[in-house]
């Protein structure tokens, strides 16, 4: 079945840091891809989505390309603030199908002053 | 306005017990979703249902049953509780018609079984 493979955490960074988050998938058919994030005591807010190959999601500073050929959504930020500590899922959906999410396993960023 | 909403946001209740969460969404989406996520914060969904239709039963124990009065709310009720049903559950609705739609989500219900 379709599956998500996010880089685990915790990761921790200083204030101003390049951060990067890893993401691959495994799907049957083109799935869309997405990054939620989920700060402490809430629930998930999507972040950015891709719908197609080469496809470029960006928001708030963060950017992930859709990569058909590496299977890849890899999360990046150039400059990170304290105010992005929070948990980051990489998920899937299949749009031909249930359009339920498959979610990555989350990964924890803290961003210390 | 709150777009999806679930109540209680806290849960303590002992095993055996009976209890029900409820979710409503006020954005006019025709699919709504439970998912759960655990200690290790990994999420995963329980049902999803269409305009009150039942589309998504992800192998959840049939202690678990959802339900949809109208299209704008899915309630989950639990019977015999047990330890390991501690967790976050998570409602949510999307437009549907495809999977490239955002899904938006309440704030979680924290469920602890003691």
């Not at chain 2, 999806?4 to 409820?22: A, C, E, F, H, R």
């Not at chain 2, 409602?91 to 924290?110: P, V, Y």
Request: hydrophobic content about 30%; glycine content about 10%.
């Amino acid at each position: 079945g379709d599956s998500v493979t996010q880089m685990e955490g915790p990761v921790t960074l200083s204030e101003e840091a390049f951060l990067t988050i890893n993401c691959t998938y495994t799907a049957t058919g083109y799935p869309s891809l997405f990054w939620y994030v989920q700060y402490p005591g809430e629930g998930l807010q999507l972040l950015l989505k891709a719908t197609k190959a080469d496809d470029k999601g960006s928001n708030k500073g963060f950017e992930a390309t859709y990569r058909k050929e590496t299977t890849s959504f890899h999360l990046e930020k150039g400059s990170v603030q304290v105010s992005d500590s929070a948990v980051y899922f990489c998920a899937l959906s299949d749009p031909g199908g249930s359009e339920k999410l498959v979610f990555g396993k989350g990964t924890k960023l803290t961003v210390n002053p | 306005d709150t777009a999806v909403s679930q109540t209680p946001k806290y849960l303590v209740t002992q095993m055996g017990n009976d209890k029900s969460i409820k979710c409503e969404q006020n954005l006019g989406h025709d699919t709504m979703y439970w998912y759960k996520q655990d200690s290790k914060k990994f999420l995963k969904i329980m049902f999803s249902y269409n305009n009150k239709e039942l589309i998504i039963n992800e192998t959840v124990p049939n202690r678990f049953s959802p339900k949809s009065p109208d299209k704008a709310h899915l309630n989950l009720h639990i019977n015999s509780l047990e330890l390991g049903d501690s967790a976050v559950y998570f409602c949510a609705s999307s437009r549907g018609g495809g999977g490239n739609t955002e899904a938006f989500f309440g704030q979680g219900t924290r469920l602890t079984v003691v």
